[in-house]
Each structure stands twice: as structure tokens, then as C-alpha cells.
């Protein structure tokens, strides 16, 4: 009406002017289409986006229609025409890049910032490539909706909402399904509506996996101030999950790949200790007097080598699932020397004379700052790869020696006087998932070993001559400590044995074999043990007993680690508590930094057992 009475009425009658009579009408036909828009499909368009496609089109128009009048008015020849459809070709052409210029500025003023919310939405595809969680949380700040609610759900966990989806292949908004629940005898959708006010969801998108099946469902909860999605928000949001679809779908696997292998890594960690334990109580049970004691005690240090090798192979396959990480904590200076004939001496060899063939020429000697049990592993695999064909060259054998390159690396020499490797094979070694000629192997050490190289801040390279032998030099950046003050390997094979007799340390652990290992180290030490199968049982005890350290498993049913933790550093925040974390990615292990006092690595070893309690409870 408003509009009605300035065009018809004030302008014709103050400026004599009725050529802007079909205004009015024009609006009310646009705003027709608007409100018939909303009343089928039940959402509409922001007005700031309503606003600025306005604008940005007007624009547009302008730059285009302009020119051509320009042209009509004022060149009167003939050819008008074709430079008229020349500017089109033009126009067409650029438009878009118009479009972007201009709305950058349009959006700014809107907005207040340069781009519009759609257009943010549309580039998260790279960020969901990189990283879902950290994709999710940009989401959610553009959404204004909490992070911590959205999920991206296995679409079988909510039959209600795939079902509907596979059928509509659109989306679920709580706002419309209400609408539809009020207004029609579906069933389906009173369920669906209930669902969602029970989950406090607001809107659930479908997502779909290569052969565009409907796998999973994409979850949001309400805005943090009330207001609904537009349909700007809604389209942008479908554009964006069809595109990074494939992104997802191979995280997910991921993550399942990861689930297994922890799954795998726990059950086997289980015998593992068990066997340990059996070893132990064999070794208590051995006399001098024994006749085949020094047979008996060999084999027993061999099998105990065989677990450790095991152990340090799922901690390897947990490591490779995630991103190779560091604990700084773990991060020590060690002679590069002592620590590979230490590696060496903890390698499971099938017997002696394949260990002899392991030659070590210890001439010079460097310090280097390396997380030891990672070292091992590299030593360890180029061992595996080396011995592998020792019985099909007898008379190969393995030459290992030191040397500084500048004032800044030292090396590693480790030389295989076997078969070689061809030139083909040796651009490929380091490769993910790349085997040659060998059965059983994974394909992942060699490429695993140049990540771990990597977190040193060092490399490693491959040199070979086929059929003579293959040498790897691996390079570790000097460390600033002299080799004069690394004392920790003047006892490097001698058992220390701290005066704890009397001391009252709690194991608190779910699994029983992880627990009663620790245990049986313990009591030789004449330690008394107050055992806990769980944090809240932990809690119980605590009050009982005058504690020296506490012994604290992670993942335990009732209470966790964490939590126990943080409950008894309230009460006594001078007791020392130690994590017993067998597999830990990096946000695992900066919890336990900022919670506990240490970290053991499980299953535990005896050596690093004595070390730890010799740390907190002498020093």
C-alpha cells in the first residue's frame, strides 16, 4: 500500500511522472513468489542474503545493460549490433569475476566482513580434507551452533532419519517435520519429530559413501541464538557435504582402522604379559644347583627379548595408525654408540652365531637427543631386513660404524653385505605399504623409519650396489651435552636396585596380567602392594593406606585414570602418581603431563620399573 501511494499517487501528481507506475505491482508480484517460496518449502532466505544477491545482481546488471545503451544512443552506424554482441561475449565471460569483486564490497558492508556466510561454508572443503575436527569446529563458528553437538552418525544407529532420507533425498529441518507432523497422518514423521526433540537435533543431512548409498548422517543441534537455518545456510551446507563426502567416508575408515588396531594391540599385549609373568616365576624357581640352569636362563632371555621385540612391534603399528608424535619428556641425550650396542643386545636373535654376524666397529662415538625405544625400532627393523636373508647368503653379514660429516650431523652407518638393491627397488623403499621379494612384511618400516628420522630432525639415505651390499646412513643432529657427562650408560647392563624395602606403592589397573607383573617386580623388592582394579576402587583405598607412589593405569571401567588422578592430587598433591599407558597419541600424552607426575610405557619392564621408583622416591 505504502508503495502503491507514493507511485501513484505523490509522484504523478508533484512531477507529472506515471512512468514508474509498474513498480508497485512488479513488488507484489516478487513478493508473491517470496511468500509462495516459504509456504510450500517451509524456509526462506535471510534478509541480509536476500539483500545482498539485490545488490550484487543490480550491479551486475548495471555493468552490462550500461555500456549497450551507451553503444544504442551514441554510435548510430550499423555494425552497433555486433560490437553489442561483442560486449555480451565479453560480459559473459567476466561476469563472474565482476560478481566476486563487487560482492566482496557489498558483503563487507552487510556482513562486515568480505565474505558471506555461504560463501565461508563452500570453502571448508579443503579444511575437511585436512582435518574433520578441526573443519567441524570452523562449521560451527560460522553456524553459530555449539561443536561439541555436531556428529556425524553411522546412518544404521538412526533407522527413523535414513529411512525418510533415502526415500526424499533432501533434509531433515525440526522446524518443517513439525510442520508436516501437525498437518498429516504420517506416522513416520510424529516419530522423527520426537527423535529429534529428544536428541535436541535441529537439522540432520544425509551423507552418502562412493556408490551413493546412504551411510551416515550429519547432525547439527539448534543456533546458540535461537534463530533457524536460512535456506542459504542449508543449500551451502548440501553443497559442501557432496563435496567432501569422499573426505569423511575415508576417515571414517580410518578411524575404524584405528579402533582395530588398538583392539588388536590390547589383546595381544594381554598373553604377552602373561608369558612374562611365567618367565619370572621360572627364573625364581631356577637354583644354582639346577643342572641345565645356564641353559634354562639363556632361553628365558631370549624369549623375554621375543616379547619385548613384540611389544615394541604393536606399539610401532599403534604409532603409524595416528601421526608419528614425540614426548618431549622422553626426548633424552645418548651416546649413539652405547645406544645401538644396547639395541643390538636387545634384539631377539635366533641364536648366537646369527648375532656374531653383527659386526659393531666402535671407533668413534657422538651424542645425539633421541627417544630411545623409537631408535630401537630402527635398528630393530634394519635388522629384521638385513637377517631376513641371512640363510640365503651365508656368507652375507652386517657392518655397523660412526662417523661425523660437519659440526652439525653425525651418522650412523649400518651396511649390509647381502643381496642389494636394484636401482628401480631403491626409489621405492621408502614408500608406505612397499614390499619386494619378502613374505610376511607390511611394507611400513622402512617408510616408518624415515618419519621417525624426520622427528629427530634428521634423514636417512640408501645406498646399494646389487649384489654386493646396501648401505643406510642415517643422520642425526649433534647434541650440545659432551659425552663426558652421560653417565646413564656406566651401568648400561647392571640391574640397579634402589633401597625401597618397605615402601607402600598402589597398582591400579583393570587388567589383571598388566597388574600382577608390576606386582611380581615389586615383591622382590620387598615393597608392600595395595592393588586396585579401578579408579573408584583406587579412591576407597587411598584413605586406608600412607602411600609412597601410585602406579595409575588410563583407560579402566567406573573411574579412569585422569579422573582418579585429578580427585587424589586434590587430597595429596606431593604423591607422585605414574601413568601405566601402553598406546598414546599426542593428546593422551600432554593429559597425562598436565595431570600425572611420569609415564611408564606398559607392559612394563623390570629395568624401567627400578628407574621410575628410583626417580621419585630417592631423589
Keep these: 500500500m505504502v508503495s502503491t501511494s507514493i507511485f501513484h499517487i505523490i509522484i504523478p501528481l508533484a512531477f507529472n511522472v506515471f512512468k514508474y507506475t509498474w513498480l508497485p505491482p512488479a513488488l507484489s508480484v516478487i513478493e508473491l513468489v517470496f511468500m509462495g517460496y516459504a509456504i510450500i518449502c517451509h524456509r526462506f532466505y535471510s534478509w541480509r542474503y536476500i539483500l545482498f544477491l539485490m545488490i550484487n545482481s543490480s550491479i551486475i546488471l548495471s555493468v552490462f545493460v550500461i555500456p ?52 565461508e561454508i563452500n570453502t571448508l572443503t579443503h579444511d575437511f580434507q585436512i582435518s574433520l575436527s578441526q573443519a567441524t ?75 551413493h548409498i546412504l551411510t551416515r548422517l ?112 622422553l626426548v633424552k641425550p645418548y651416546s649413539i654408540r652405547q645406544l645401538t650396542k644396547q639395541s643390538i643386545l636387545n634384539y631377539p636373535f635366533e641364536s648366537d652365531s646369527i648375532a656374531e654376524r653383527v659386526l659393531i666397529n666402535e671407533s668413534n662415538d657422538f651424542s645425539i637427543n633421541v627417544h630411545k625405544v623409537l631408535f630401537e625400532f630402527i635398528i630393530f627393523n634394519l635388522l629384521r631386513n638385513a637377517i631376513y636373508y641371512f640363510h640365503e647368503y651365508p656368507n652375507s653379514y652386517i657392518e655397523i660404524y660412526f662417523e661425523s660429516t660437519d659440526n652439525y ?23 608406505d605399504f612397499f614390499t619386494f621379494e619378502k613374505r610376511g612384511g607390511t611394507g611400513l618400516g622402512l617408510g616408518y623409519c624415515q618419519k621417525v628420522m624426520k622427528l629427530f630432525k634428521g634423514y636417512i639415505e640408501c645406498h646399494s650396489n646389487y649384489g654386493m651390499y646396501t648401505l643406510f646412513t642415517l643422520y642425526f643432529p649433534k647434541s650440545s651435552i659432551p659425552l663426558s657427562r652421560l653417565t646413564q650408560y656406566a651401568d648400561i647392563n647392571k640391574e640397579k636396585k634402589p633401597n625401597i624395602f618397605g615402601t607402600h606403592i598402589m597398582v591400579v589397573d583393570d587388567n589383571k596380567s598388566q597388574r600382577l607383573l608390576i606386582i611380581l617386580y615389586l615383591k622382590k623388592m620387598g615393597v608392600k602392594i ?37 580427585k587424589i592430587k586434590e587430597i595429596y598433591p606431593k604423591l607422585p602418581i605414574i601413568a601405566l599407558s601402553g598406546e598414546s597419541d599426542k593428546d593422551e600424552i600432554q593429559k597425562i603431563n598436565n595431570i600425572m607426575d611420569d609415564r611408564l610405557e606398559k607392559p612394563v619392564r623390570k629395568n624401567d620399573l627400578i628407574k621410575i621408583i628410583d626417580k621419585w622416591l630417592n631423589h
Design 409 to 431: 650431523y653425525c651418522q650412523l652407518n649400518f651396511k649390509d653385505y647381502g643381496p642389494g638393491i636394484n636401482s628401480v627397488t631403491k626409489k621405492r623403499i621408502f614408500d
Design 218 to 329: 550429519f547432525i547439527t543441534p539448534h543456533k546458540k541464538n535461537g534463530s533457524v537455518y536460512s535456506t542459504e545456510e542449508v543449500s551451502a551446507l548440501q553443497h559442501l557435504l557432496k563435496n567432501v563426502e569422499s573426505y569423511i567416508y575415508s576417515e571414517y575408515h580410518i578411524k575404524k582402522s584405528q579402533a582395530i588396531a588398538h583392539s588388536i594391540a590390547h589383546e595381544m599385549r594381554n598373553p604377552l604379559a602373561k608369558i612374562q609373568i611365567h618367565l619370572e616365576k621360572i627364573i625364581q624357581l631356577t637354583t644354582s644347583e639346577d643342572k641345565y640352569v645356564d641353559k634354562i636362563t639363556s632361553e628365558i632371555e631370549y624369549a623375554k627379548k621375543a616379547i619385548y621385540n613384540g611389544n615394541q612391534i604393536i606399539d610401532t603399528i599403534l604409532q603409524e595408525v595416528h601421526q608419528p608424535s614425540i614426548d618431549p619428556n
Design 530 to 566: 595395595i592393588e586396585a582394579q579401578n579408579g573408584q576402587e583406587a579412591l576407597e583405598k587411598i584413605h586406608q593406606h600412607k602411600l609412597d607412589i601410585i602406579f595409575m593405569d588410563i583407560q579402566m571401567p567406573l573411574l579412569n585414570g585422569f579422573d582418579a588422578s585429578h
Design 137 to 211: 569446529k570452523k562449521l560451527s563458528k560460522l553456524l553459530q551452533i555449539d561443536s561439541n553437538y555436531i556428529s556425524i552418525s553411522d546412518a544404521n544407529t538412526y533407522q527413523l532419519y535414513s529411512s525418510y532420507l533415502t526415500k526424499n533425498d533432501s533434509a531433515l529441518l525440526k522446524e518443517e517435520v513439525e510442520y508436516y507432523a501437525e498437518n498429516t497422518q504420517d506416522f513416520s514423521l510424529k516419530m522423527i519429530c520426537e527423535q529429534m526433540s529428544q536428541h535436541d537435533s535441529a537439522m540432520v543431512l544425509p551423507l552418502y559413501d562412493n556408490d
Design 68 to 119: 549497450i545503451l551507451f553503444i544504442k544512443k551514441y554510435i548510430f552506424y550499423e555494425p552497433n549490433i555486433v560490437i553489442s554482441l561483442i560486449w555480451a561475449l565479453i560480459f559473459g565471460l567476466s561476469w563472474r569475476t565482476i560478481w566476486r569483486y563487487t560482492g566482496k564490497y557489498i558483503s563487507l558492508i552487510i556482513y562486515g566482513r568480505e565474505k558471506t556466510p555461504v560463501s
